[in-house]
């Protein structure tokens, strides 16, 4: 459906901003490895000037060990000694809340693989909810023990260790996450799960076919089960047209597709924001890994242009404002759809 782009008074986006709960449910930039001081601002100050309310921090990537896991949440817990008046750790919704009350930004500890569990999720899932991870993603873009990732050629689907792992998520009140999963994994996992999953992280295939991208098979079955879908602010998954640096236009436009497929209720935000990517004198070892990935664009991905930092938080209200979205959805866009699913996952019982 096509969506009117008006002009929005600044006053207009501070306060709609300003009474949001904003959670980005995929920040790639970690604040225990920050990225540059801008503006003579740390990375950490201008999320909380963009109004960042809190943020699932990638603790653990593609073929993560337990040992090597566990290196990065001491890393979060320094940072969260070290910054007692600017960050919280979330383990349930209330501790959200809590942040946005506190004006700090609270730290959702989240895996983008399931590789810390090794071949022992008996012992290993317990004890990283105990510590307070509360988001794990399935697989990365290959097969682990749990199923098949989206870069494979032949998605075998959800394995019986991995349904073995998605009960444990759900009686432990863990959300799983399948971003980069395979399709037919991603459809093994929502129909198994008995709680409703998040793809923190994917955009709109029918607006761009990467692979990383889902389908709308995968998103209304996401939906129907109560789910959501975080869209992302990579320009290699955003851009809606080949070769053409996106902009927050092109963002929101995998928004307006989602919203007219599933409804606003499976919408929020998952940016992938990693500004320390771009000024890398050398590729990073995701741009080395997957180069195959990345040749739409002459030069090495550029920013989504409006929505590349973290204190432009803002640009996104500005932008569904713009478009016609009333203040009740894009407060349901920004964060509280996240909530409904914090609170359908993280508060089924009390944390340790």
């Given amino acids: 459906m096509a969506r009117q782009h008006t002009a929005v008074a ?4 501070r306060r709609v901003h300003q009474a949001a ?5 995929a920040l790639s930039g ?3 490895r920050p990225g540059l001081t801008a503006n003579g601002k740390s990375y950490l100050d201008r999320a909380r000037e963009g109004g960042l309310t809190a943020a699932v921090q990638t ?39 809590r942040a946005r ?27 990283f909810w105990r510590i307070g991870v509360r988001v794990i993603q399935l697989t990365y873009n290959e097969h682990n023990r749990i199923g098949s990732g989206c870069l494979e050629p032949n998605d075998f689907g959800l394995t019986a260790y991995g349904r073995q792992v998605v009960g444990a998520m759900n009686r432990f009140g863990i959300m799983v996450d399948l971003s980069h999963t395979g399709e037919k994994t991603c459809l093994d996992a929502i129909e198994y799960s008995r709680d409703p999953c998040i793809v923190s992280h994917a955009n709109v295939k029918k607006l ?25 602010a990579w320009s290699v998954i955003a851009a809606t047209r080949p070769g053409v640096p996106p902009t927050i236009d092109d963002f929101c436009a995998h928004i307006d597709y989602l919203v007219d497929l599933v409804g606003v209720d499976h919408v929020c935000i998952g940016s992938d924001i990693n500004e320390n990517f771009r000024v890398m004198p050398i590729p990073s070892p995701f741009e080395q890994q997957y180069s195959f990935m990345l040749t739409q664009f002459k030069e090495r991905a550029p920013a989504v242009e409006g929505f590349s930092e973290v204190a432009q938080y803002p640009n996104v209200t500005r932008a569904l404002l713009a ?4 203040e009740q959805d894009v407060h349901k866009i920004l964060g509280g759809n996240f909530m409904r699913l914090a609170r359908a996952t993280w508060d089924k019982r009390p944390p340790h």
């Fill in 10 to 13: 600044d006053a207009e986006v």
């Fill in 30 to 32: 970690n604040f225990a």
């Fill in 21 to 25: 709960v904003v959670v980005d449910a």
């Fill in 101 to 127: 009350r506190e004006r700090k930004v609270g730290i959702v500890f989240g895996f983008q693989d399931g590789t810390p569990l090794e071949d022992d999720w008996i012992n290993l899932l317990p004890t």
């Fill in 59 to 97: 603790l653990a990537a593609s073929n993560t060990n337990f040992r090597n896991a566990l290196s990065r949440i001491n890393e979060s817990f320094l940072l969260l000694e070290a910054e007692p008046e600017k960050t919280l750790l979330v383990r349930t919704s209330a501790d959200i809340e």
């Fill in 323 to 326: 478009r016609g979205y009333g």
């Fill in 208 to 232: 761009n076919p990467s692979p990383r991208n889902k389908t709308d098979e995968v998103i209304k079955a996401l939906a129907a089960k109560g789910g959501l879908i975080g869209v992302v």
